[in-house]
């Protein structure tokens, strides 16, 4: 599918670096290339050997030097966009690279959209929807597990399991519409008998796929974490642990923190966005005020909340709105009891019963350790991963949907097939099952983009970077 206009953009990110690539790709690529780049040994860029580097300088229109740089033609077929591909690799100014974009403007290209390029790739054919999506997760993962779970996906894992699922449905869909083209074959109760069982199988992969757009998700955008405490429990001494560098300060100052602190942490191959809010407590102090209410408010909307608790101190009175703020909260909860390394005033028994007795009702796990030593983080680290992957093992080879759009179409799809049970136990022909079969197959093609519209894609595309 040849586009006939040709697109140009920066392909590297913005700032200064040895290296900045300007890209282009589409039918004129290299003529546009051919008429502002010179080799240095005289001949002609449409010349020289595809995908092999050539040195050589960089002119504009009126014969000026504008760079040196490095200059690589890859021909359709046999590129990322399946068209003719040229990159300019120059100095890498921001400067010189938006002169060279700018020069590239002037002589036949226009500006290319927010993901042009892979959705160039997409509508050639050389990737399909899921895939291109998944070069989006490999250029944003925060650790390495999301990174193996994009590399998986970018790899086809998740089109070849939809494409399974949907070959499996056809081979439903014929067989079924077979007894209605020749009923007098008799072929009607063994055909809708092994829909039955095929329709089952089909609905608990589906299921399956399903459940894991949750860890997809996590590993993809990180799990929202709140550390809350009163003052000096030893939230910021563990946001630290965590980071393993001195991001917030630590005194023995009740109140220090004053707002939230926010930093991605990588837990066991899980991106956490940890929040150190302020210690809660009454105070007269307008800054710190604020800092509360935002403590109050991170707690809230956060999946995982951190509570820490001075466990050489005991329960005392001033704990008593952390009580009342993790009764409010949506996301499950982790008790610390921090600074085992003294001795310990409160156990785990007397933490589940006071938690019981506040109607504090999802609580996960209670964890003891010292952020001052750091023992205790591999367990806190283990217990994370646990609530993150239900102590699922080897979900690194599993399949996984990473994207809320991929989520909400296998969550149509498993309607669908649950519609397709009820229409096989009610008894109902051949052709009403069909129906319900066929609409399941074109709602999982809309994963891999065989069924979907065009403003679909375009939307798709809007949220990729300028570029790729």
Not at 56 to 84: L, N, Q, W
Not at 112 to 117: H, K, L, R, T
Not at 389 to 412: C, T
Request: include cysteine; glycine fraction near 10%; aromatic fraction near 4%.
């Amino acid at each position: 599918m040849q586009q006939d206009y040709t697109i140009s953009a920066i392909a590297t990110a913005i700032g200064e670096g040895g290296i900045g690539i300007v890209r282009l790709s589409g039918e004129r690529a290299v003529e546009i290339a051919d008429r502002c780049f010179r080799p240095s040994g005289g001949h002609r860029l449409a010349e020289c050997t595809p995908r092999l580097a050539v040195f050589g300088r960089i002119y504009d229109e009126e014969g000026r030097f504008v760079d040196e740089a490095v200059c690589i033609v890859m021909k359709g077929p046999h590129s990322y966009t399946c068209e003719d591909v040229v990159e300019l690799q120059c100095h890498g100014g921001s400067l010189v690279l938006r002169q060279v974009l700018g020069l590239t403007y002037r002589l036949g290209a226009r500006p290319a959209e927010p993901g042009e390029f892979t959705k160039r790739a997409f509508l050639n054919g050389r990737l399909d929807l899921s895939q291109a999506q998944s070069v989006m997760d490999m250029i944003q993962a925060r650790t390495k597990a999301s990174l193996e779970m994009a590399a998986g996906n970018l790899q086809g894992r998740l089109s070849e399991a939809i494409g399974n699922l949907r070959q499996e449905i056809l081979e439903i869909i014929a067989h079924l519409e077979a007894s209605i083209d020749f009923p007098e074959d008799d072929i009607e109760e063994v055909a809708l008998g092994e829909a039955e069982m095929k329709v089952e199988h089909i609905y608990g992969e589906v299921q399956e796929l399903l459940s894991s757009a949750d860890r997809g998700r996590i590993l993809r955008d990180g799990l929202r974490t709140a550390i809350i405490g009163r003052p000096n429990a030893g939230k910021s001494s563990l946001m630290n642990l965590m980071l393993g560098q001195e991001r917030a300060i630590v005194t023995d100052v009740p109140g220090t923190t004053r707002d939230s602190i926010e930093e991605y942490v990588n837990i066991g191959g899980i991106p956490l966005k940890l929040a150190d809010t302020a210690g809660i407590r009454d105070t007269d102090n307008l800054v710190e005020q604020i800092g509360v209410e935002r403590a109050h408010s991170y707690a809230r909307e956060a999946e995982l909340v951190l509570a820490v608790f001075d466990g050489s101190d005991g329960i005392q009175v001033a704990d008593e709105p952390i009580w009342q703020l993790l009764s409010q909260c949506r996301g499950r909860i982790i008790v610390i009891l921090n600074k085992s390394d003294l001795a310990m005033q409160i156990g785990e028994e007397e933490i589940r019963q006071l938690a019981a007795q506040k109607e504090v009702e999802n609580l996960y796990c209670i964890v003891s350790m010292s952020a001052k030593s750091g023992t205790g983080l591999e367990v806190l680290e283990k217990e994370i991963q646990n609530l993150a992957f239900g102590g699922r093992i080897g979900w690194q080879e599993s399949v996984m949907v990473s994207d809320a759009r991929q989520q909400d179409i296998l969550r149509q799809a498993l309607l669908l097939l649950e519609q397709t049970r009820i229409t096989l136990m009610n008894g109902m022909s051949e052709d009403f099952v069909v129906i319900d079969l066929r609409s399941a197959w074109e709602k999982l093609g809309e994963i891999t983009g065989d069924t979907i519209g065009e403003d679909i894609i375009d939307e798709i595309f809007s949220r990729f970077c300028i570029g790729k």
